[in-house]
């Protein structure tokens, strides 16, 4: 092990869900310390912008696109297939995810409290943001337990660790039965990943792969100013973070600087679960 600790320079990342808000900052940490990154994404589109921008902050031989369907394994293979003959993937950042929003309007109303939600909907998130986990560690998992050497890192959620506080989502005049909610999914998914971090570090400890999770809270997008005032009075910090603030933990967890640390979920939300 090299002096520098944090230093990816010949190791190559992939991240999936890489085209969406946080994807993008990932991508940006671990190549900022010599990684090559592999951007995966559904939306081809987003996943172009997404690359462009990062190929001109950084050497554009760097960063790789693959258009990939997190639910579907064939496609996750033909990636694997793909990336292998030029050594493999040495760490998978499992960040895909559908984050349902509660929308100022009258479209999740009903449907996202848990009385109403749609099984389709349950289905479809769980699809995405935790079997979608699940079939890309066994795939590229596995091939890191073969080789004797990889990191795998959960994007899980402040909400893995305490539930919505669903006062954040009330509007005004509404009845009870029609308050807006965070849905059910999402403090599932999330916690359940920290499920499967702890499973699949005990798997492979002794095959070189070591698994860990990290849990952010809020980050600020231009929310509006009475959910973004609501969140903050929940937060000992008083702010909600910025959208780079999760590049120095990214680092720490997918280099040798936390090589004796596996199995363990990293909650980094400003002290809002420990208020």
């Not at 990154?37 to 921008?53: F, G, M, R, S």
Request: aromatic share 8%.
């Amino acid at each position: 092990m090299g002096s520098n600790y944090y230093d990816l320079t010949d190791k190559t990342a992939l991240i999936t869900g890489a085209a969406g808000l946080l994807g993008v900052e990932h991508a940006a940490a671990l190549a900022a310390v010599g990684a090559k990154v592999v951007l995966t994404d559904i939306n081809q589109a987003a996943l172009q912008k997404a690359a462009e921008k990062l190929q001109n902050e950084f050497d554009d031989k760097q960063i790789l696109a693959y258009k990939m369907d997190v639910t579907a394994l064939n496609s996750i293979k033909a990636v694997q297939e793909q990336l292998s003959a030029n050594g493999g993937v040495n760490i998978l950042i499992n960040n895909a995810a559908i984050d349902p929003k509660v929308k100022q309007d009258n479209s999740l109303l009903e449907t996202s409290r848990f009385e109403h939600f749609p099984l389709e909907q349950w289905n479809f998130q769980l699809n995405v943001g935790l079997t979608g986990a699940f079939l890309c560690s066994q795939v590229f998992g596995t091939a890191m337990a073969q080789r004797g050497t990889g990191v795998i890192l959960n994007i899980a959620s402040d909400l893995s660790v305490i539930a919505p506080d669903q006062r954040l989502y009330r509007r005004e005049g509404l009845p009870e039965e029609q308050q807006p909610v965070k849905p059910v999914t999402y403090s599932v998914i999330k916690t359940a990943l920290v499920g499967l971090t702890r499973y699949l570090a005990t798997y492979w400890a002794d095959r070189g792969v070591r698994v860990n999770a990290l849990s952010p809270g809020g980050v600020y997008n231009n929310q509006g100013e009475e959910f973004v005032t609501r969140l903050t009075n929940l937060i000992p910090m008083g702010r909600m973070a910025d959208r780079d603030e999760y590049r120095g933990a990214i680092q720490f967890l997918c280099s040798d600087a936390s090589g004796y640390m596996t199995g363990q979920n990293i909650a980094i939300d400003g002290g809002r679960s420990v208020w």
